[in-house]
């Protein structure tokens, strides 16, 4: 497909001034769906991909002149619309670089990737197989003190279990990844951790994991040699939240995503969404986020959630996370809000929530497939303060099934997004199909919404922060059930 023709149409006809000078008509779901455009959706792309092309990593991750170039270009375009109270919200995260490289009885092991938050050191030592997941000290062999640890990635965070190894004397912590794809760009969400200081640490691949796995329980002896350089530094950062000047702001409609060092899709029609918004009036206030250092620990949402008033946020209906949206092998999945799917429901609203996106897909003749809500991405500060959740999701390195293939078409036994995490996460890697076709169920939700909130339940007992151990402790969302379409900090626009 050419892109570049239409790209430059576009993008000189990107900002639709709000009419000044007569009564705007109330938003309705028909019209504002229709001013999706396919071309505009592309044309802000390029512009994030070609900020990403400036920097020497060809990324947009956190501190870089493209992560800063995206804060402006979101807070300068909503902020000139005159629609919208626009704010930069900053917070301190941590940014952990350097170098890392993990050898096993004289031969590399690739990829050995760095984790935020992690030790430094050059041991080497036997490698000693972790039982279970390594969520608890009875995991732990009595001979982990003074040996490296192989551990398998779930249940908990990564820097749980490595803190468990250097609480207990351990010399290293080698995590391999429970489902397909490296373990690059995750990290420890905290600095420290009171069970243990946290060793030099690495991330290896399934397949890797599950040999060396096997080696050691056939009853071959390995011996490591872990060497991490890390430098880790505390930095300020900032989301942009832009909320509707018009509209019932005791009722609000907050939608977010990540995006500002991470995903391109979901801001992406946020942005263009909310531009087009600018044309219409609005009964209830709506709130588009844009969050900055998911990759970190979903922690620009969760600074948010931890430091509003329970006055601010009593006043959100409910809110809904887009991250990704335009796989290119892409189903269409509906987070499971009513825990009918997995067994795990959001606070009361969250199956309305569920329904109204599974109920528009079946208008437009579409099926979709649930989501697990598992408090790994931006919804989760949300919800652990009983405000209602949902979204939207197209998969990421999750292999797409048989059935599947039937539904949503593409190609069976192959990831949803090929280029997850890496340099093919460009431009031409979104699906155009997918992302306007979600760009659209947005749209709906925003002038449903926006109108009237028929068909979501009477808010209940005002929210009240309890900022719920599992949001600090759960691993960084990056590895979703279903993955995350082409979002990663070593890629060069995370669409």
């Known amino acids: 497909m050419k892109w ?49 092309y400036s920097t020497k990593d060809r990324n947009r991750n956190i501190n870089t002149y493209g992560h800063n170039k995206t804060v402006d270009y979101l807070y300068n375009t909503l902020s000139s619309l005159g629609y919208y109270h626009v704010e930069k919200q900053p ?96 990290t420890f969400v905290t600095p420290w951790r009171p069970e243990g200081p946290y060793p030099p640490s690495v991330g290896t691949t399934n397949e890797v994991g599950i040999a060396l796995r096997d080696r050691i329980l056939g009853g071959e002896n390995l011996t490591a040699h872990l060497d991490v350089d890390a430098n880790n530094y505390n930095i300020t950062v900032n989301n942009v939240i832009a909320t509707t000047l018009g509209g019932d702001q005791d009722n609000v409609y907050q939608m977010g995503g990540p995006g500002i060092d991470d995903d391109g899709s979901g801001i992406i029609t946020l942005l263009e969404l909310a531009i087009q918004l600018s044309n219409y009036t609005v009964n209830n206030a709506i709130r588009f986020s844009f969050w900055a250092a998911e990759e970190e620990g979903s922690v620009g949402s969760t600074y948010y959630t931890t430091s509003a008033s329970n006055s601010t946020l009593s006043k959100i209906r409910l809110y809904n996370n887009f991250d990704m949206i335009a796989s290119p092998n892409f189903v269409y999945a509906v987070m499971d809000g009513d825990g009918s799917a997995f067994n795990i429901s959001g606070p009361p609203g969250s199956a309305a929530a569920e329904k109204m996106f599974v109920d528009y897909f079946a208008d437009q003749g579409l099926e979709t497939v649930p989501t697990i809500l598992d408090g790994r991405s931006d919804y989760v500060g949300f919800s652990d303060v009983g405000i209602p959740v949902g979204g939207l999701f197209t998969g990421a390195e999750g292999i797409k099934t048989a059935e599947e293939q039937k539904q949503f078409g593409g190609e069976a ?46 808010r209940g007992a005002a929210a009240q922060k309890s900022f719920l151990q599992h949001s600090f402790l759960a691993e960084k969302p990056v590895g979703k059930t279903w993955g995350h379409i082409g979002i990663g900090k070593k890629t060069p626009i995370w669409m």
């Open 91 to 186: 917070f301190r995260t941590g940014l952990t670089v350097g170098n890392s490289s993990l050898t096993v009885n004289g031969s590399p092991v690739i990829p050995a990737d760095l984790f935020d938050y992690t030790g430094s050191g050059n041991v080497t030592a036997p490698m000693v197989v972790v039982d279970n997941l390594g969520c608890n000290l009875t995991d732990f062999p009595a001979n982990i003190t003074g040996n490296i640890a192989l551990i398998q990635r779930g249940t908990c965070n990564l820097g749980l279990k490595c803190a468990y190894v250097g609480g207990l004397g351990g010399a290293g912590c080698v995590i391999w990844n429970d489902i397909e794809g490296s373990l690059a760009n995750r």
């Open 4 to 52: 570049s023709s239409r790209i430059v149409v576009a993008v000189a006809a990107l900002l639709v001034p709000a009419a000044a000078n007569y009564t705007l008509p109330l938003v309705d779901a028909k019209s504002y769906e229709a001013t999706v455009d396919e071309s505009r959706l592309f044309a802000h792309a390029q512009q994030l991909l070609d900020w990403a």
């Open 413 to 458: 036994g192959i990831a949803y997004d090929p280029n997850y995490h890496s340099a093919g996460d460009n431009v031409a890697n979104c699906n155009a199909t997918a992302w306007v076709v979600n760009s659209k169920a947005i749209a709906y939700s925003i002038a449903k919404y926006g109108t009237s909130w028929e068909g979501m339940p009477e």
